[in-house]
C-alpha cells in the first residue's frame, strides 16, 4: 500500500510540473490587446524656437487608449507588428489669443498609430524592445476662448520611434512601460465650412511616457 501511494504521488506530480510550467512560463508569441494610459506632451520641434518668454509652445495632458499586436518569439528574441488608437486631455489653456501653441488653441485629439518591434529577452519574463512606425494625430481647433472644438482640425502625419520594457505576469496577462518619440513633418487641415484645405510642412514633436496592461491570447 505505501509502494502504491508513493507512485500515485509521483504519477500527480509529473502531470502538475508541466501544467505549472505553463501557468507561469511566458512566451511573448501569438496575439494580444492591451489598455494604455500616460503622460502626453505635444511641443514646437528642435527648429523652432521655444524661448518666447510666454510658455506656449507645448500642450500637455493624460494619454489613454488601446493597442493590440501580434509577436512571434524566436528563441533569445521577438518580433512583432502592432497598432494603436488613443486620444489624450492636452490642450491650450491660455485664453489670450495672442499667446497660444503652434497651431492656435487647440485641444490633442486622436492619434493612430502602426508599426512594428523587436527586443531580446533580459530572462524568461522580462523582454526588452525597441520599436518605430507611423503616426497621424488630430488637433481639434477650440471655439474663442472656449474649450469647445470645432469642425475645423489639424491632421499630422509623422514617424513614431521609442522603446519600453515589457514584464510577464503570467502566460496570458503582462504590463509595460514604454517611452515614445514622434516627430510630425506634414500637417493638412480642414476648415469648419468644408469648403477650403491646405496642406503644409511643420515642425513638431511629441513626448509620450505610457504604462499599459494587456492579455494574451
Known amino acids: 500500500m505505501h509502494k502504491l501511494m508513493v507512485a500515485t ?28 494610459l500616460g503622460y502626453d506632451h505635444v511641443g514646437a520641434g528642435s527648429d523652432v524656437d521655444n524661448d518666447n518668454g510666454r510658455d506656449d ?25 502592432e497598432g494603436e488608437f488613443t486620444d489624450s486631455t492636452a490642450k491650450s489653456d491660455r485664453r489670450d489669443p495672442t499667446d497660444t501653441f503652434g497651431f492656435g488653441r487647440v485641444s490633442q485629439g486622436r492619434d493612430l498609430y502602426v508599426g512594428a518591434r523587436a527586443g531580446i529577452l533580459a530572462n524568461p519574463a522580462t523582454l526588452i524592445y525597441v ?19 470645432t469642425d475645423t482640425s489639424f491632421k499630422l502625419d509623422g514617424w ?32 469648419a465650412d468644408g469648403a477650403t484645405s491646405r496642406d503644409f510642412g511643420i515642425d513638431t514633436d511629441r513626448h509620450q511616457v505610457v504604462a499599459s496592461v494587456g492579455w494574451r491570447f
Open 9 to 36: 504521488l509521483l504519477a500527480g506530480s509529473a502531470v502538475a510540473t508541466p501544467a505549472l510550467a505553463q501557468d507561469v512560463n511566458p512566451t511573448f508569441t501569438g496575439p494580444r490587446v492591451e489598455a494604455i
Open 57 to 81: 509652445q507645448s500642450i500637455d495632458g493624460l494619454l489613454y487608449g488601446v493597442g493590440a499586436g501580434y509577436d512571434v518569439n524566436l528563441g533569445s528574441a521577438v518580433v512583432g507588428v
Open 131 to 149: 520599436k518605430g512606425g507611423y503616426t497621424n494625430t488630430k488637433l481639434n481647433v477650440l471655439a474663442g476662448d472656449t474649450d469647445q472644438t
Open 160 to 191: 513614431r520611434i521609442g522603446a519600453g520594457v515589457e514584464r510577464a505576469i503570467n502566460t496570458n496577462t503582462f504590463a509595460k512601460l514604454e517611452y515614445r518619440y514622434s516627430k510630425y513633418d506634414d500637417a493638412h487641415i480642414e476648415f
